[in-house]
């Protein structure tokens, strides 16, 4: 894509009850033109948070899904740079030049996956399955947008070239256990919605196998079993919301008889 002129751009955190991360995070971004908080409507003390920070802009939104969620954002930025950031996450210095940079290139791609550094409680988690994680935060929203068939896990749909930065961004997902887990139920829950959407039914060797093979494959293919105890938490639980997805399929399928 060819530019002239400085590059803006758009900063976009979608929130729910993120009173732990929040405030770090927006202080942390101070290479933006712009920084727009989506919040579903949280009932801890995010929305005071963010309300006291004059350079962000607090719109309240009622989840849908994160598919939704994130069109609804992007059609409230100015700016045609979009970059998407959980608030459980943080750049660091080389990145944040690394962005600037980037949108300035006259060569600059239409979007750029970015690799994510995964944190188990403060400590990096080294296998699992995480140690090739890359997502898309970083585009031009001119010639992007997330498929409207996913709810979970979203699918951004690029028109032009792709592109992946350097450096990474450090995510702190795992705080604890029953947090960590609840995220695996509601990932599950919208997951088996995604289907019901599509028309495909719960087929039961499916819904025994599935959740073993995803265990299996992240402990021992993508050496979970190398990080040890945090590697059996973190494959548990993602087979976990793969049981849940056919559970939550089952049960929906099953009221509409």
């Not at 060569?107 to 750029?112: H, L, Q, R």
């Not at 996956?113 to 031009?140: A, C, H, P």
């Amino acid at each position: 894509m060819n530019f002239t002129g400085k590059q803006k751009l758009s900063v976009l955190i979608i929130t729910l009850n993120e009173e732990r991360f929040i405030a770090s995070l927006l202080k942390d971004i101070d290479f933006a033109d712009e920084v727009i908080v989506i919040d579903s409507y949280s009932t801890d003390k995010t929305i005071s948070i963010v309300a006291s920070m004059p350079h962000v802009t607090l719109i309240q939104n009622h989840f849908i899904n994160y598919t939704s969620q994130r069109n609804f954002a992007i059609d409230q930025a100015k700016n045609d740079w979009i970059l998407f950031l959980d608030a459980d996450e943080l750049l660091t210095p080389k990145l944040k030049t690394e962005i600037v940079t980037t949108i300035n290139s006259k060569d600059a791609a239409s979007a750029y996956l970015v690799y994510r550094t995964f944190m188990f409680k403060n400590k990096e988690l080294n296998f699992s399955g995480w140690q090739t994680d890359k997502i898309f935060r970083l585009f031009n929203k001119s010639a992007c947008r997330y498929n409207e068939d996913r709810m979970v896990h979203e699918k951004l749909i690029v028109q032009g070239e792709i592109a992946v930065l350097k450096n990474k961004i450090i995510h702190f997902s795992y705080t604890s256990y029953q947090e960590y887990k609840l995220k695996m139920i509601q990932y599950g829950i919208l997951k088996a919605n995604e289907k019901i959407k599509k028309a495909q039914k719960p087929q039961q060797i499916v819904a025994f196998l599935h959740p073993i093979y995803t265990f299996l494959y992240q402990f021992l293919i993508r050496l979970g079993f190398l990080d040890g105890i945090r590697g059996v938490i973190i494959c548990y639980l993602n087979a976990y919301s793969i049981f849940i997805r056919y559970k939550e399929l089952k049960k929906i399928t099953a009221s509409r008889i």
